[in-house]
């Protein structure tokens, strides 16, 4: 089945929230085009290629993909079959936002009305991604120059920010979420070194600043 091509609004004239907001609907409403059977072949050619992007590196961030974001389940699984330990987000103590180790003998599980499901063990903070060594985030676009369109909360960008400088971070995105326009951002936006498209691992210029190299 194919899909109508990506229509990018003119964001020129917007301010920076307005314009991501713009943006943000047009993707979204781009991405509902995808079918079941159709996600279903993305998902299996990710798993192989994010599995590259990893290399030998050993304790993974990965995400629960929901509605249809860049699926993840076999991503997930690949992973933990090539002996990977996997964090995948969490809610804490109190609503916070935290991360758990998933095992794959465990069912993820709801913990919280329209939350992606989560692992059922131990909440662990955000000091735990100073140990992580690659993380592979969900995105909604990204540029060239790696600015990245998130859905809005602002959570992954507070997650880059505790990384290890030689963690490998990587957005999966579909191959038309690849921007040559720009991305409106502001302080809190962080940059991704690397798109992450289903059978192919691209550069931004992020990744030309000291970022470390997959594979």
Known sequence: MSISALSVPNISSMEVEEGKQALRSAIRAHRKQRG?????????????????????????ACYVSVNK????????AALCEAGKRV???KLGPGLTRSWGLYSPREELVEMAPG??????GEALGPEVLADVEALV?????I?????????GGGWY??????VSPNAL??????????????IPQDEMDMRVPYVIHPTAILQTSAAREGCPQFG
């Open 36 to 60: 079941k059977k159709m996600l279903e072949k993305f998902s299996k050619e990710w798993a192989q290629t994010v599995l590259h992007f990893v290399g030998e590196r050993e304790l993974v």
């Open 69 to 76: 974001e860049p699926p993840t389940r076999e991503v997930v």
């Open 87 to 89: 964090l995948l987000p």
């Open 115 to 120: 939350r992606p499901p989560e692992p059922p």
């Open 137 to 141: 985030i969900p995105a909604l676009a």
């Open 143 to 151: 540029s060239h120059r790696g600015a990245r369109l998130g859905q």
């Open 157 to 162: 960008d507070r997650a880059l920010k505790k």
């Open 169 to 182: 971070v990587g957005a999966m995105i579909y191959p038309e979420e690849l921007l040559e326009e720009s």
